[in-house]
């Protein structure tokens, strides 16, 4: 790894979504949800959704994120999907051809790995992560109870060992959900619901389980972090002694978030923990009026710390202090 | 663990002094994460709960914050090595300036407004606040001695960008280097 200075440390978009020709391929070639039908998105939860081709398009997604600013753009398959939770051969074929084209992006894009669920594979998943990919995304319908970790175990092992990060990111919401609903209902409730569990299923069965990991939760982990009055007031025996230690190894990505519900959460977990992520091409990068140290750390300092091991960061640190 | 004899709510300043103070005495929590590279001052968080943060301070010859408040936190600092200068504002004077050396504390309500600065090379400080740092008002005065307060994110007080404060404090110094009216 190289050594990193901080006026060269990187402007970094952790998360954003792209589907590679090779992923669109695949999701045409299928006959049930998830599928593509032209542009047509199908999926089991959320219904029909019109894809914009354009959002689609390495070259001119390339262009956007340079005029964003950023000097890395990371892409991950989008999980709401459910691509992950498929037949192990389903989920291989798709899985694989996200791979394939993921890696193939051109700069500024790198790109968070994928794994099956329905038969884990901690090799396969190594053997990717080999490939280049920053970390490995699952979707957090994945990781909300004991059964979830137990399953996922073996693949954050992987990511311990190699000393690379989690990403948890919403994933297939329920068919029921969609009943009679608008079209923006999974966005503002269903994704949030899921981050804020899957937030406190990690405090309870990941962080016991995974000392060493590295974790980021997409959007503010639908503003769980704010939760901790609650959780001293309701937890009863359970929060004995838990004084809600900020737990420096976890960091919330800010997408489709804005200055208050930011500000908000730098209140209850410092600004450490804040990561830029845009949720390209489903929202724009939100202008936070923050200060510019603030954005610095969360656009640059914090997303280093998430991505790289420890001792390469304290390099990027005593540089910074240079 | 020493955070764990804490009670379960924000900290009054004799009780963020009493942990800081008993935070010196534990020099394996803080010692390794001294260090003086280059010319600004280098911050390192200690710990942070939902009631309290902790933070080493290590100054240099010429770091100054500028004059600040901590809104609504109290909190406490002691020196654990070197010295460190503290100065209160005073309308129409001379700020009031207190050296803090090693082995000394104090500690201050919301309500305070100073500004920190390292007296001594190679000074040493715990910080302890209560509740957790969140915004600052950062103080300017401007030509005719007229002060304003803008209120910015700890961030430019503890995480600030490289230079930054030292251009800040130095441009703020040079223009104003007292209160005095």
Redesign the interface.
């Known amino acids: 790894m190289n050594r990193l200075r901080?006026d060269e440390a990187p402007v970094a978009d952790i998360h954003q979504h792209l589907w590679p020709e090779s992923l669109i391929a695949a999701l045409r070639a299928r006959s049930t949800p998830p599928r593509l039908r032209g542009w047509t998105l199908e999926l089991a939860g959320e219904g029909e959704y019109a894809v914009d081709p354009g959002a689609h398009d390495a070259d001119d997604r390339a262009e956007l994120a340079r005029s964003d600013g950023l000097d890395l753009a990371l892409v991950s398959l989008s999980s709401p999907l459910g691509i992950e939770s498929l037949t192990p051969a389903e989920a291989g074929d798709l899985i694989d051809a996200y791979h394939e084209g993921a890696l193939a992006l051109p700069e500024p894009f790198g790109a968070w790995a994928a794994a099956c669920l329905t038969a884990v594979d901690a090799g396969a998943l190594s053997r990717e992560l080999g490939r280049g990919f920053v970390g490995l995304q699952l979707p957090a319908t994945a990781l909300l109870d004991r059964a979830g970790y137990e399953n996922a175990g073996p693949l954050l092992e992987v990511l311990e060992d190699a000393r690379l990060p989690l990403m948890i990111h919403p994933g297939l919401v329920a068919r029921e959900t969609a009943d009679g609903q608008p079209a923006w209902w999974p966005a503002i409730v269903s994704y949030v619901q899921q981050m804020h569990a899957a937030w406190f299923a990690f405090r309870v069965h990941g962080r016991p389980r995974h000392p060493r990991l590295r974790v980021c939760f997409a959007l503010l982990a639908g503003l769980a972090p704010l939760h901790?009055?609650r959780f001293?007031a309701r937890a009863g025996a359970d929060v004995a002694?838990d004084?809600?230690?900020?737990d420096?190894g976890v960091f919330l990505d800010v997408s489709s978030y804005g200055t208050r519900a930011v500000?908000a959460t730098?209140?209850?977990?410092?600004?450490?923990a804040l990561v830029n992520g845009s949720d390209r091409p489903y929202a724009e990068p939100a202008s936070l009026e923050?200060?510019?140290?603030?954005l610095?750390?969360i656009r640059s300092?914090n997303a280093m710390r998430l991505l790289y091991p420890k001792e390469v960061f304290d390099d990027l640190a005593?540089a910074?202090?240079? | 663990m020493i955070?764990?004899s804490?009670p379960?709510r924000n900290l009054d300043r004799g009780e963020l002094q009493t942990l800081v103070d008993g935070l010196a005495n534990e020099p394996d929590r803080w010692r390794e994460h001294i260090?003086f590279?280059?010319a600004?001052r280098?911050y390192v968080?200690l710990?942070?709960?939902?009631?309290v943060?902790v933070w080493l301070l290590c100054w240099v010859p010429g770091d100054d914050t500028g004059w600040h408040d901590h809104d609504i936190s109290s909190g406490a600092v002691r020196v654990v090595r070197g010295a460190v200068r503290e100065s209160n504002p005073r309308i129409g004077g001379d700020p009031a300036v207190r050296i803090v050396t090693e082995g000394g504390s104090f500690s201050f309500g919301p309500e305070h407004i100073h500004r920190l600065a390292g007296e001594d090379e190679l000074a040493v400080s715990i910080h302890a606040y209560s509740p957790?740092l969140?915004r600052l008002g950062q103080y300017s005065i401007d030509d005719d001695g007229v002060m304003r307060r803008a209120s910015?994110?700890?961030?430019?007080e503890l995480?600030?960008?490289?230079g930054?404060l030292a251009a800040q404090a130095e441009s703020l110094a040079a223009r104003h280097g007292s209160l005095a009216a």
């Open positions: 901080q901790g009055e001293a002694g004084r809600g230690v900020v420096p500000d730098v209140r209850v977990v410092g600004i450490d923050l200060g510019p140290a603030a610095h750390a300092a005593i910074s202090r240079a | 955070w764990q804490l379960a260090a590279e280059g600004q280098h968080s710990h942070r709960d939902e009631y943060d957790p969140w910015v994110s700890y961030a430019d995480r600030p960008l490289e930054s």
